[in-house]
């Protein structure tokens, strides 16, 4: 059976990194796609587990020798996916989820038209603004600026095909279960 490549995505701070780490969780046959970033580590964080961390020229060599399936740009750091790097895991059977940007997934979408596209939605505007500033990890320009995108990334989630709304965590985990299952058996 061949395998399909899943995008989740959602606004920052709608929790889809806690959504994706317990559905890895409870599907441990599933891997999560290393995304490149050209923005500084945060604390904990290790390159080549949470991020290939780039330098600015290296990104732009990738850009410039079309080396990404997807890439953007958002708070003056760059994101990027490697073409090879998932071409490579779906060649070897695995079920990769690849968690990023709206941008990114509808780019994705393009290039792999077979690709399942999940949009993971906050209860309530509110509610995002809160986990924001609650993770204490930016500053208010930078909270601002992804308060402002929420409404452009809403808009692109039209073009998603399952959008799933995380108020509940084991209930969102249960949903982006039956879509992998439902897709997988089709």
């Known amino acids: 059976?061949?395998?399909?490549?899943?995008?989740?995505?959602?606004s920052s701070g709608v929790g889809k990194g806690t959504v994706i780490k317990k559905f890895l969780e409870r599907n441990s046959h599933f891997m999560l796609s290393v995304s490149c970033t050209t923005r500084a580590p945060r604390?904990?964080?290790?390159?080549?587990?949470?991020?290939?961390?780039?330098?600015?020229e290296e990104f732009q060599n990738c850009i410039d020798n079309d080396k990404f399936l997807e890439w953007a740009e958002f708070a003056g750091n760059r994101y990027g996916t490697k073409?090879?790097?998932?071409?490579?895991?779906?060649?070897?059977?695995?079920?990769?989820?690849?968690?990023?940007?709206?941008?990114?997934?509808?780019?994705?979408k393009k290039q792999m038209p077979e690709s399942v596209l999940i949009f993971i939605a906050p209860p309530s505007f509110e509610v995002l603004e809160n986990r924001l500033r609650g993770r204490h990890t930016e500053d208010e320009a930078t909270i601002q600026?992804?308060?402002?995108e929420v409404k452009e990334e809403l808009a692109r989630a039209e073009h998603f095909d399952y959008?799933?709304?995380?108020?509940?965590?084991?209930?969102?985990?249960?949903?982006?279960?039956?879509i992998i299952n439902g897709e997988n058996d089709a």
């Not at 790097?85 to 941008?103: A, N, R």
């Not at 600026?145 to 402002?148: T, V």
């Open 145 to 148: 600026k992804r308060l402002m």
């Open 163 to 178: 959008k799933i709304i995380n108020d509940d965590l084991d209930r969102a985990v249960l949903e982006i279960e039956k």
């Open 43 to 56: 604390d904990g964080e290790v390159n080549g587990v949470n991020y290939f961390f780039l330098s600015k």
């Open 83 to 108: 073409k090879k790097y998932i071409k490579q895991c779906l060649d070897e059977g695995k079920d990769i989820i690849l968690e990023i940007d709206t941008k990114g997934a509808l780019q994705v």
């Open 1 to 10: 059976m061949d395998k399909k490549l899943f995008v989740i995505s959602g």
